[in-house]
């Protein structure tokens, strides 16, 4: 019964859950690739502007994700039904946009609408998925990240390539607008709704989410969470983390076409390699966490390496460029290696009334960090005409993520929390 029933929700959920993330990922990073394929010059749109733009897609994210976090709690299905239509329609007007002012409410409404989907997505498999294998099924909804880079990557250098950037954006805000209906048709809230679910099957999976939480110490509310050290220490060691990884995302084909002759086409394929690497550590790594029972190590280990391969790439200079780009790709891949444990961490830490709402703080706090970086490496890219300063950043951003999480307590922090409540 127990191997059954984990099947049918492994080939039953995480495959819709990735496709669903995956799409929410195109219009996180195709800007990137849209700026340097023809937008910037078209709308005139100087390199200060630019770091403005991918940025504030990041604030509107921040905003609302903790109420569409507590929304999500309660009904995720029509949460993320409704973001899907509303950030479909968003994407394509990114195309059709002609000054630079709707642009920058755009890139901003645009953010607002895809708030819900992380802390939904890890609220939704939550109700679905025990802790024996939470890092894994955390990891296949966050593979659709660098999955998605890594054929986005290549699929957009064609489309803007034979359609211009406006076309590109149109053609690519149209599937989350289909797939909406496809989640709506094939997603539950939870075990006991689900009709492709034996009712016994259902029971059991229900009753060992119940039996988990009582090994957690209880909390009095989301404002006692939001107090914890444990909750403050992992929002600002994902702050960190996403200036790293998201100065990266966003601006990656813009920092390799400076410093080659490539054609777009050409930078979209090498755009795509570090995916394909982060793609194969997310999984070992959140296997390795699942069967070895520990998520810390797995997580600041892999930011250590990734700080000190964009610090190799800083220290190289301008004088190899294909040595340099070998360390991007290796930095790419150990940035994205912790997701899975990350999370599994989180929910792990602290009681179900109280998870979802701290998943939104942090998150919330990293999609700041996600502004931040996007701007800081934009800016630093278009005032210096050089990418080294902005290596640099990013390996101190990834290191003081990774000291961060050696410094976070899980159950311990939680169980002080809750006896002061």
Sequence with gaps: MSEALSARRWARLTPIVFITYSLAYVDRANFGLGAAGGMAADLHISGEQNSLLGALFFLGYALFQIPVARLSERNAKSVMFWSMLLWGICASLTGVVTNLALLYVVRFVLG?????VLPGMIIFLSHWFTRAERSRANAFLILGNPITVLWMSVLSGYLVKDFSWRGMFIIEGVPPIIWAFVWWWRVDNHPHEAKWLDPAEAEIVSARLVSEQKGIPPVAGIGAAFASPVVVLLALQYFCWSVGIYGFILWL??????????????????????????????VVCSFASDRNGRRKPFVWLPLLIGAGCFYGSYALGSGNYWLSFALLVAAGGAMYAPYGPFFAFISETLPRNVAGGATALINSVGALGSFVGTYAVGWLNAATGSTHLSYALMALALLLSAVLTMLARGHQSAGTLARSS
């Design 112 to 116: 607002m609408m895809e708030s819900a």
């Design 253 to 282: 084909p813009s920092m390799l076409k400076q410093g080659s002759a490539i054609g777009i086409v050409g930078i979209g394929w090498l755009s795509a390699v570090p995916y394909l690497l982060a793609a194969l550590m997310m």
